[in-house]
């Protein structure tokens, strides 16, 4: 089964807890502090693997979690850091997103690697917290959360030439003609409900990889027929071969399935229309097909290659393929080599979140809540007296007290965080 388009939840490994521990050696009194931190939670890591073709593998497992860091141990030893979780994916894989719409990834070449969500930090051990005025702090840190998000994963067919055309011109049939490639073919239409790949090798040794697109109707780019589920492979082509039934066997004029075809394209990504393009007049031992390609040519007024062709009985064939393949010759490849595929980190300035926010539920009770105060209070051990006191004097210092006289609350009132609940006490 073909599958291009997946959501999927990913959530990193959290970091591990630290610790609180103290040096108990013989004849060493007041052996101070011995908490070591804790390992940093697994990233998410897509990489690319040149011999997938499909997204399948998420089809039946949408949820991914990396592993957790060990936690920290006495002797001020660290925490084993975690490996990371790396998910093979096709060439041509965009992650996307679901929240924001943003690309977080675009993997083109093989053993590209692209991490999705990052590991959390490890916890500190009361090692980390001792000072002249407190030597043997009680206290460590729990781990940071790793990040987690609902992405959007999509595959965008890496081809050297495309075929794109109404349903029934003979896409599939040309195909399975000059590949051997096996693609269904039945006098109906959508017979093709998934791309198909075949490699063509011409008589004099050159090669190249060319997609069968399910056909595409008029509408495609606003969810019309099936089209617009596989317009993103085109995407990647290199060469578009226009393939139109130039006999019109089922009553359309053949010059408007062109002018059709190329609006669709058109109104999915205007960049299509700057690529190049050649036209495969299939089914020309058809009566009229002779006929309709003179008037098609006349009406075509643009320098685009038309190539008379029979994919039923193999005529022009040969040509054909030629011409693809010189215009391949002379057209730069898409996906770029691996010693080419560079991080690229653009610096940018972002408005920084704003570290708690207050509202109100329909109890009366306060609820505080913001990624920077709620990491805080996931990192606090509770346990612990003065780790509380820790978390108290942060969010004093973030101005929460503050905030929250300033909207009425009163000594006794109840305050939320996450499921927790608290007094504010005066």
């Known amino acids: 089964m ?5 959501s999927v939840y ?3 490994g959290d970091g591990g807890n630290g610790l609180v521990a103290y040096r108990r050696e013989k004849y060493v009194p007041k052996g101070g502090p011995a908490g070591g931190d804790g390992g940093n939670g697994g990233d998410i890591v897509f990489e690319v693997d040149e011999g997938l073709n499909t997204l399948m593998d998420f089809r039946y497992n949408r949820h991914f979690k990396g592993k957790r860091g060990e936690n920290g141990m006495s002797k001020t030893q660290h925490g084993k850091n ?4 790396v998910i093979p994916v096709p060439p041509g894989t965009s992650v ?3 929240e924001t719409e943003e690309v977080i990834a675009d993997l083109i070449a093989h053993k590209q690697r692209a991490v999705i969500v990052r590991g959390g930090r490890g916890g500190r051990g009361n090692t980390r917290f ?14 940071e959360p790793g990040q987690e998000r609902n992405i959007k994963v999509e595959l965008k067919l890496i081809a050297d030439v495309g075929l794109v055309g109404f349903p029934s011109v003979g896409k599939s049939t040309f195909l399975s003609v000059v590949s051997a490639a096996k693609p269904k073919i039945a006098d109906y239409h959508f017979t093709t409900l998934a791309p198909n790949l075949g490699v063509i090798d011409t008589s004099d040794h050159r090669s190249f990889v060319m997609a069968d697109l399910p056909g595409l109707i008029e509408g495609a780019h606003e969810g019309i027929g099936l089209g617009h589920q596989f317009l993103r492979h085109v995407e990647r082509t290199r060469l578009i071969v226009h393939v139109i039934d130039m006999a019109g066997t089922e009553g359309r004029d053949p010059f408007e399935d062109f002018v059709k075809i190329n609006q669709e394209l058109k109104e999915y990504d205007m960049k299509l229309t700057e690529r190049p393009q050649i036209i495969a007049a299939n089914k020309m031992d058809m009566p009229g097909a002779s006929d309709n390609l ?7 007024g643009e320098d685009i290659p038309v ?3 029979s994919a039923l009985t193999k005529e022009g064939l040969r040509d054909i393929l030629f011409a693809i393949a010189d215009q391949l010759d002379a057209i730069p490849k898409v996906a770029p080599k691996m010693e080419e595929v560079e991080e690229k980190v653009i610096y940018r300035y972002t ?7 207050i509202t109100r539920d329909d109890d009366g009770a306060y609820v505080l809540s913001g990624d920077k105060i709620e990491k805080l209070f996931k990192m606090t051990d509770f346990a612990r007296d003065e780790a509380v006191q820790r978390f108290s004097r942060q969010i004093r210092g973030m101005g929460v007290d503050k905030e929250l006289r300033e909207r009425g609350a009163k000594d006794g009132d109840i305050i939320r965080l996450l499921d927790f609940e608290f007094e504010f006490i005066e």
Do not use: C, H, W
Not at 130 to 143: H, S, V
């Open 351 to 357: 408005k920084e979140d704003a570290p708690f926010k």
């Open 294 to 300: 003179t008037l098609f040519k006349e009406q075509l």
């Open 96 to 98: 996307i997103d679901e």
């Open 307 to 309: 190539y008379e062709i």
């Open 2 to 6: 073909f599958v291009d388009q997946v």
């Open 10 to 12: 990913v959530k990193a």
């Open 82 to 85: 975690s490996a990371p979780l």
């Open 130 to 143: 001792a000072t002249p005025r407190n030597p043997a702090p009680d206290m460590a840190e729990n781990g």
